[in-house]
């Protein structure tokens, strides 16, 4: 199993851009989850997904932020329009049910 | 969610036992205790879960009280490799999100 794969692993880009990262979960994984990771603010969850229906987004910190799973294996998280502090990584993670959760290696966000 | 407690970060040296306490004074009766490991540049990597008692795999052991209002991760002979942000985290398997606190990090010094 290749674990969860994030893509891209660096983003650069410039402010008011859209950027869109993307998630495949571990097979037969039944929850997705999105974080966000920072020196000041360390590991948030943004939102988290059951079953590729959106469970609790209370995490998301504004509305340019939207996330989307269409199916079990592919997940986005879209920020529209970026700005400089969504800087960070993102990461993805996949869960079977149990209370352990895989992670995937992030995506490092850059936003100038 | 249980709130947990941990100190904010721990030297040591090659060689030397690491014991890392996490403080969890409202967990609930079906709450397990859940350790991850995260090295620079990649997310956090599960290395051990317990209920009560002992724990202990390939990686490190778990010891939890009768009270279970804390726990201490316990990793043996650490060398370099072990430097890394640890973070303990109480939920059930009902729980439907892990909530990470600011973690340990642990410096391992030659």
């Known amino acids: 199993d290749a674990g969860v794969i994030q893509s891209p692993r660096h983003e650069v880009t410039e402010m008011g851009q859209e950027v869109t990262l993307r998630c495949k979960p571990i097979?037969?994984?039944?929850?997705l989850f999105w974080y966000r990771q920072t020196m000041m603010r360390g590991l948030e969850l943004l939102i988290y997904?059951?079953?590729?229906?959106?469970?609790?987004d209370s995490g998301m910190p504004e509305d340019r932020f939207s996330a989307k799973m269409p199916n079990a294996s592919f997940s986005t998280l879209k920020i529209q329009p970026s700005e400089p502090r969504d800087s960070a990584v993102y990461f993805c993670?996949?869960?079977?049910?149990?209370?352990?959760?895989?992670f995937g290696s992030g995506t490092r966000l850059t936003v100038v | 969610l249980a709130k947990t407690t941990q100190p904010i970060s721990m030297d040591s040296y090659e060689g030397q036992e690491v014991n890392i306490t996490c403080s969890h004074n409202?967990?609930?009766?079906?709450?397990?205790i859940t350790w991850y490991q995260q090295f620079p540049s990649q997310g956090p990597r599960f290395i051990i879960q317990?209920?009560?008692t002992k724990v202990t795999n390939e990686v490190a052991s778990l010891f939890i009280p009768a009270d279970r209002k804390s726990s201490t991760l316990s990793l043996p002979r650490v060398s370099l490799s072990d430097t890394a942000v640890y973070y303990c985290?109480?939920?059930?398997?009902?729980?439907?999100?892990?909530?990470f606190g600011t973690g340990t990090r642990l410096q391992v010094f030659p």
């Open positions: 993670a996949s869960r079977e049910g149990l209370i352990d959760y895989t």
């Open positions: 097979s037969g994984h039944n929850s």
């Open positions: 997904f059951n079953n590729n229906v959106p469970i609790d």
């Open positions: 409202n967990i609930a009766t079906n709450d397990y």
């Open positions: 317990g209920y009560k």
């Open positions: 985290l109480v939920g059930s398997y009902n729980t439907d999100k892990l909530i």
